[in-house]
Every structure is written in C-alpha cells, then in structure tokens.
C-alpha cells in the first residue's frame, strides 16, 4: 500500500501522518485548510470503494451518523469521493485508543483505577443509549473503538478530565452489506459479540450492551471473560459457554455489586440484561457514588491511571518479516507496544511451530525500540544474541530478529529499503498480522437485522443529573433538546418539585428546527434563608412543546443543597445596675440546626455571671433568649460604686463568633443619699417626739396597731424558693451538657447510660435531632426515631413540618399529624368544626395535674385527666370547659402511643385510588414521601408478640402499573430480613397457578419474583426464580424503619390482573443481630399460598 501522505484531498484535507489501518480503510491525521482545524480522514480501501451498493450505502450510513450530537460519540464533519477513493472527515482525537493503555497496563502488570473504568463505563453507555434512541446500532463496540480525549478539566466531581469517545459507528453494518459477507457471517469483532450476534439473530441495542460489558471485564482485570483458540470456540463460549469467573475473585478490591452488575451485563438471554445503555448506566453511577471517597482519589501501587500519557511510537519505523517459503511482509511500527506470537490475539501473529503463544513484546521508547523476551520456550534472537527472559533490550534500525523461523528486520525512517527486502506485500498494523497467511473467509450467514424502536418526535438529554448548590449561589445546568421529526417545533421547560423563585428558564418557547439540537440553560439560585432545607432535592423537568401539545417527555434530576452558617446576636441592658440581669439575644439565621455557647467577662474581674451555657441548640429561624445574672464580686459599704464593662462572646460551633459589649455599675451597699436621708428622718423624728410629749403624750402612742396578714409574706416565700429551685436546676442541666459528653450532644455520659442512648452517638435513634435536644427542648424520646407514632420521624417533625415530636396530633383536631399530611391537611390547624356533646347541668370538673419534674434527664408524659361531663338526651354545642388544677402529678417515664391495631381490608377498598392528572407516578428510590404516596395506608397489621412492629402498606395505580410503598417499622435491623408479597392474579383462589405471582425483596437487597405453577388445585407452588425484567423493587434503610417500593408492570409481567385480586403478605424478622425471630402475614397468620381461604380480596382501582 502506498502512503499518501502530504497529499491533499479534494483541495482541503492536507493528509499529514499516518494513524492506523482497519479492516474498511486506512486512517490519517489531516489539515482542514478552510477551517485550520485538526481532523481524521478515513481513506476506504479500494475493492470497497468499487462496488456501487457500497457506496450508497456509505452515503446512507454517513449521513445517519453525522447527526449523532453526543460527547461520547465521535462527530461526523463531511464524506464523500475523492482522486484517493471514498472517505470520511471525522473529529480528531489524540489520546489514544482504550487498546492501547490496556496493552500498556497489561505490559506493566497494573491496573486502570476502578473509578476510571467506571467511568468510561458510564460515558460509553450515555452514548450508545443516545445512538439506540436514533435507531442506530454500533455492532463492534470493542477497545480499538473507543478512544480517549484529555479536558482541562473535569466535568463531574470523582471523575478524572478525560472522555471517552466512541467511533466506527455504522462501518460494520456497511461491511455486512450487498453481498460484501456471504450468508450467515457474522459481522464484528468476535471476542466481543453477542450470543445473538454470534447466531445471525435480529439485533437490538442491547446486543451493543454486551460487548460493553466485555469491555468492562477487561477494564476491571486486564483479561478477556473468555478463553477460545478458534473463531468457533468464540462462538461457542458467547452462546453456551459458562459464565466467566467473578472479577472480586481476581481482584479483591472490587464490591460485590460490580460481580452482579457484569452479570448482567453478560447475560445469555438479551431479556435478562439492562434494558438500554441509560440503565447500565444508572447503574454503573450507582457502583461508582458507593466507592469510598479514598478510593476514588487516590491511585494505588497496583493501579496507573489512564491519564499517564502512552509513549508516541518514533515515525518511520518498519519491521520486516520473512517467513520460511513466502514473500516478506512489511508492518509499519504505528503502535507504542506491538505483542508477537502464535495466539490470535497478537498484534503479530506468527503461526509456526517454535513460537510461544505470546512471545515478545516490541516497546517504543523515547529514543527507538526494544524488544522484551516474554519467557519464550525456544527464545528470542537479536542479532543470534539470545535476550534475558522479561529484560528490555534496545535494538537498532538494522537488527534482525529471530523467532521461530521468523526473521524479522527493524528498518528506521534513516535506512534505505534494499531491493532483497522490497516488500511484496506492505500491510498496516491495525489487526492481527500473520505473515504469509490471506485473508480467510467468514463462514456464510444471513445479515443482521436491526430492531429500531419508534422514537417521541422530541428527546430531551440533560448534562448532569445532580448539582451542588450552596444557598444564595447560582449554578447552571444545560438542557439539550432534540428534534427528531421532520418539521420545526417551539418548545419549553417546566420545572416541578422546588419552589418557582428559585428557578430561572428561558423566555418563551425556543425554535429547534427539525433534525437539530438546541440546548437550553436552566439557572438555579436557592435564597440564603433559613427556611432553605439542606441535602437531596429531587425536581422534575418537562418538555413542554406547541406542535406536540400532548407529548410528555421529562427527566429527573437533583439539587444537593448545602448548609451555611449564619447568626445574629444582641444584648439587652448594655447599660446595667448591678445586680440586674441581662438578656443575649441570639438568632440562627442560616439553613441547619447550629449549636452556640454563650460566656461573659469582665477583664478588671469585678465582676461574676450566673446562666452562662457551654451549649444552646438553635433551629434555623428561631430565637433564644439567655439570661445573665449580673452581680459584683464586692461592694462598699458606704460611698459611690465602680463602672465597669463588660464583654459577652457568643460563639457557633459551626463556625462563626460574635462579641458583644455592655457597662455594669455598682453601687455601695447603703449610699450616700441615704445615709444623709437617715439622718434626717432621724433628726426629724426626734422633733416630733418632743413635740408630742410635750402636747399629748397619752393619745400620740395609746392606739392599737392592726396586725399584718401574712399571706403575703407567705406567698413571697414561696415564690423565692420556686425561683431558687429553678435556678439550681437550670445550673445543674447547664453544667451536665459541658462535663463528660463525649459526642458532645447535650447529656453526659453518665445521663447516657441512664436513659439507655449511645454516648458516642450525638442522635442515637437516627431521626436527625441530638439526643440532648430530645431530652431537654422538644420532649421527644432520643431512643425512638418516631416518638409519637404518627409516621413522621422526630426529625421532620421539628426541622421541615414543626408539629410537636412527642404529641402525635399537634393541633388536637383527633388527625394524627402523619394522616393530615397525607390528606393534604395542615396539622398544625385544627379542625374548625364545632362538635355537639351531651350534658346535663353543669359538668363535674375533674383536676388537672401540674406537672413536676422528676430528678430524671429525660421528662416523658402521662395522659393528663380531662373533664368529664354527665350526659343527658339532649345534644347541645357546649365549649370544653376548663379545668382547674388541685394537684400535683410525677411523670412516668415514658411517652409511648400504641401502634394502630391490624385490620383486614374489606372489599371494596376506598384507598386504592388512581394516580390523578397532572401528578406523577411515585419515585421507586426506597424514600417513602408523603407527597407520592398521599391518602391514607391500605392495609396496616402487626406482630402479635411485638405490636412495635407495625407494617403500612400504601398502594396506588394507573392504566397499565401498580405502585406499592411498605413501611416495615423493625428495632432489629438484619440483613435478612425480608418481605413476601403474593398475588392470586385471577382470583380463583387455591395453590399457586401459572397467572400467580410471589415477589420477595431481602433487607440485603436480593430481589426475587417466581411464578405459580400449573392449574390452582396441582399441589404445587412456585417455579424457581424468574429472570423478569417487568418489575422494579428498591429497599431503603432509616433508623428503626426500612422502607420497600416496588413498581409491577401487571399487563407485561402478569397479562392483567382481576378486579379484585387476591392478596397475601409476609414479613420475616430474622432477628440475628440480638433481636428476637418473628413472623406476621396478611390477612392473618396462618396466611398460606396453598389454602385458600388465606386470600385476601382488595378490590382494585380503574384507571384510564
């Protein structure tokens, strides 16, 4: 083959250096002369370029190609014909193919990081789900056709500044095209082909899926899942060969979930695969956000990150081989490592006896070559030196080397080609070469046929699906529209799920022209307000379009909101006689609860303070108010006091302080105005005593004095002690927050182990309020993450709802605050509705008690009395009277409301209720939200042995998908724990048949479904587990509570479903981990799939 290069093509593509061959064409690096930019020129080979149909078809299949617009995916520039035969003008990229560092890592004996190979996992993916949505299968996705581009910077946060790019899109199908593959061949690559592909099967996305998931296995262990010697032993192994080893097994280091990932990946059957590239891809992020964050920053001793940049081979540089018998071949030394052996897999392949399967290894250096002897059995020759097995040795344009019966000649770009050594046959290095071997034809087939989905007239792609945003910043996210159809279309956006102000869109509708992409800019600036929230906020983009008013295209997407810290303080009584008090106000104005203390001085040290705290928890918002008793240290007895000032610190934990300053003056114990008052008095005094003896002496003093009543004195003597009593016991809970708290959480250590929390644990049960702030601020129990049993954990009672942890009905209205949320209520106002009781007379008061704090850390509430009226025949509306106090009443301890009792769902079921229009389908995430599931629970019910262990079930429904939520409340979290839900599917009772189905989801994430078997009345149960890919299950853990969502697709997976069905359920609480072993079942425990008289009938809701 002759080298074009410094030719010019079509008068604008200057080809300048070579960069590899293929089986469809020759590959350059050019000079676009119009535009001054860098390209790669594909020169297809000329028996290709000669045939007409080929040539259609390369038009046909270019111009699909070039309107692929993704990151990941090589762009298309122009094709067409030139004087050099047919070509095509694609984006440049420099660095370097995935073969290439593989072969580079597997020379080293290293790894690529596994949040790398993750990474290119994760962008190759997006790409090819992009393409599939097109219409367009890839068929040979393997490492040479994926190649890397180096950015300047990162794009996600974990991600290293490369992508990874695939190309060749289409060229396999061309190859496969107009009698080019007899029938029957198999088009692509066979170490990487599907089982289908391998048979000539029809082909959809998915077959693209599994060569992915080879690339994967490679990335993450530097080997092929399979071993075969032949193009039929390849087959074989892809369509009913075993499944290849775990990785975890050749490299420790890998999760588990990786194993069961590319299990999937891999699978035989296309069904039980990921169903589109965005799936695996979810996925592959999903293994990729578990990595330690250690693990995904720093590359260890065993790893080289890809970012390493591969040595560029020297230009010029040939190897000549002469094979015993037939002309020498010529390879141009295009690649950086060139491996030689009998194996196919060799860059070199070199057939004959005498040569190991993997040889040598060719190495370029900065300076030339070297070759390295790879522990060969019959060795490796330079100049009939024999090399050091695993020794780079260099050699010199003009070596020859021997293997085998191979000679083999390095020429450089300074030698002349002798006319002994003129080439016969000059072949590029871009596959396999075997010297003096022609190419040998496929055996015959039909040719593939590709499966295209109907695709929605518009896509909508997003660039990122999380963002992080700190309140009162701003942050972008693009949103990229295409318009697949054939005319042009305005389109909008519409955001859901966040307030309205925090969101800037676009103006308007947005033109995108029929087959263009147009990409829009959503700006998003969450206020600097306390009433931000702070963590995952999940919102709901939706294209909204004028040609298509009808279509729903919407994507889900997150904003991670940070916290700040933010306070404002002030000080009443700056000017202050002493003694006096003074008042700190301190306001949390940033998003998250904080913690503040509070200390004064005075630098003259005349002065001491009293109600000082080491520890004061503010909600974002709030106001507290602390009080300082101010008093001098000494004071004169007679004479003028001191001034003196006096500095109050307030102090965030979380960062922050501010210093407040006052003047406090001090006076002598008795002042001199009085002392000058008393004399007087005493002066004056004595005059009216004079006088009064002198004129009545028996009447000015023979009076009587009244006595003075001392209920006054009494009650002022109670009163001191009552604020005594309160002082001292402010002081001793101010003191225990400072002294012995190891996880600094308001109680000692000691107060820990009396109420039984975890003293290295600042919120022992969970529910985000520490443990000292449940004790001594709201009341609520810190060893349960729902105090108050109403389904609101503690946490989002205080910080998102503000109802009342430890009250389970805030607003008294009788609706618990958990069921008025669900009903859209607010349970923070009650019920309006005026409530007719019957009396007689006037009703008996009974007492209320006042309640007096026990020596005890946690305070926990008894029922308090209530009036009780005499009832009479005659309903009147009488306001609740007021009862008066008469006694004094010791709190128990414990705060505890029972949990609802089991009930059996009748037919028919007002709760199963459709999902209305213009809401949404719940969010299958395992995070149960009111707003997804509203209304009231479908079913609850209960173990007998621990009625704690209270089981909720939601349930809601549209056309085609039934929706379900489980809240399984559980105060020993195990991993096996598991829940069993059972459908009679036609509701004829009896064993399991065909149409039956029994979903199980594990507590350690195993998810299951097996169907019935046969008829209803065989004796027999349930088939082993079905690979069904018509279901979604997800299993959250919180606190005591675990969380199950699943979402059935009941016309795929079941063929429809009667109204009403059959229902059973099963929850198994292992217990293992020091708890107690427990079983419940639904609707009653001795439920049972193969009795029917355990079938419960709920009767379904209709949905259009």
Known sequence: MTSLVGQTINNRYRLEALLGDGGMGTVYRAADLNLNRQIAIKLMHAHYARQAEFRARLVQEAQTTAKLDHPSIVKIFDFGDSDAGLFIAMEYVDGGSLRDHLRRLQRIQKYLPLTQSLQIGIQIAEALDYAHRQGIIHRDVKPGNIILKRLNQVEESNNAPFRALLTDFGLVKLQGAGGMTESGATLGTPTYMSPEQCEGGALDGRTDLYSLGIVLYELFTNKLPFTFKSLSEALQAHIRGAMPPFVSEVRPDIPLLIDNLLAKTLAKDPVDRFANGAELAAALRSAQLSLDSTSTQVVTPEEVSILERVPEPPPGFTLHVNTPGHDTGVVPLTRSVISLGRRVENDIVLPAEGVSRQHARLQATSLGWEIVDLNSINGTFVDERRLLPDHPTPILPGSIIRVGPYELLLQGPEMPVTAASEPHDHTVLRRPVTPGVGQTQPPPSQPPVAVEPVADPLAMFLTREQIAVDPGQRVDMTVEVLNRGNTDDRVGLRVQGIPGSWVTMPDGFVSVPAGQTVSLTLSFRPPRHPTTPTGRQRFRIELVSQRHPDLRVAENAFLLLGTYVAFEASLDGEQLRVPGTAVVRVQNTGNAPAN???????????????????????????????????????????????????????????????????????????????????????????????????????????????????????????????????????????????????????????????????????????????????????????????????????????????????????????????????????????????????????????????????????????????????????????????????????????????????????????????????????????????????????????????????????????????????LINDDTADPEDSLRIYFDATNNGGDPDSADRFFQVGRDGSVQVRNGISSNSDGQNWTPVNPSGHWTATFGNSGSQWVVELEVDVVAEMGGISNPFGLMLQVLYAGTNGGNADFVSWPNNDANSNNANTWQDVADAICP
């Open 596 to 966: 503040f203390s509070v200390v004064a001085r005075d630098r003259q040290g005349a002065l001491q303070f009293r109600g000082e705290t080491g520890r004061i928890g503010i909600n974002p918002g709030q106001i507290a108010h602390v009080e300082l008793a101010v008093e001098p240290r000494s004071q004169r007895v007679f004479g003028g006091g001191g001034v003196y000032p006096f500095e109050v610190e307030v102090v965030s934990r979380a960062g922050g302080r501010q210093t407040l300053t006052g003047e406090a003056q001090a006076g002598s114990i008795i002042p001199s105005w009085a002392m000058y008052g008393l004399i007087f008095l005493l002066t004056f005094a004595c005059v009216l005593a004079m006088i009064a003896m002198i004129t009545n002496q028996g009447r000015l003093f023979g009076g009587s004095s009244p006595t003075p009543v001392a209920g006054f004195e009494a009650q002022a003597t109670q009163t001191a002690v009552a604020a005594q009593t309160l002082v001292a016991a402010t002081s001793i809970a101010e003191t225990a927050v400072v002294i012995g708290d190891a996880d600094d959480d308001g109680l000692t250590d000691a107060q820990e182990a009396q109420i039984g929390t975890d003293p290295n644990n600042p919120d022992t049960d969970g529910d985000g309020l520490k443990d000292g702030d449940e004790a001594f601020i709201y009341g609520s129990d810190p060893n349960k993450r729902d105090t108050d049993g109403d389904i609101l954990p503690d946490g989002d009672e205080v910080n998102q709802y503000k109802t009342n942890p430890a009250k389970a009905d805030t607003d008294g209205d009788g609706v618990p605050d958990g069921t008025e949320l669900t009903q859209g209520t607010d349970p923070l106002v009650a019920d309006q509705t005026p409530t007719f009781t019957p009396t007689s007379g006037t009703p008996t008061e009974t007492a209320t008690a006042t309640a007096t704090l026990p020596p005890s850390v946690t305070p926990t509430i008894t029922n308090t009395p209530t009036v009780t009226p005499t009832p009479t025949a005659t309903g009147t509306a009488t306001p609740t009277p007021t009862a008066t106090a008469t006694g004094t009443a010791t709190l128990t301890p414990t705060a505890t409301v029972p949990p609802p009792t089991a009930t059996n769902t009748a037919v028919p079921n007002s709760n199963a209720a459709c999902i209305g229009q213009g809401q949404v389908a719940p969010v299958i995430d395992g995070t149960f939200s009111v707003a997804e599931w509203p209304g009231q629970a479908l079913i609850q019910f209960q173990t007998e042995n621990n009625p704690a262990r209270l089981v909720q079930i939601y349930y809601r429904r549209d056309s085609s998908k039934m929706y379900w939520a489980f």
